[in-house]
């Protein structure tokens, strides 16, 4: 008779590991927010149609 293992995937999926940001607590209810990455500056964007845009 052939045994065979079952192999358990991790309880928590990464994502649910990562940490999580509501984009609209970033812009504070607005549509842009920025980011700051050592010393370079970055621009989120909320787009009408409910997208977002990072840029520099």
């Not at 928590?12 to 500056?41: C, F, H, W």
């Amino acid at each position: 008779m052939m045994m065979t293992r079952e192999i358990k995937p991790d309880a928590t999926p990464a994502a649910e590991r990562l940490p999580q940001y509501s984009a609209e607590d970033l812009t504070k209810g607005g549509n842009m927010a920025q980011i700051v990455l050592g010393d370079q500056v970055y621009f989120l964007r909320i787009t009408r149609a409910g997208k977002l845009i990072l840029t520099k």
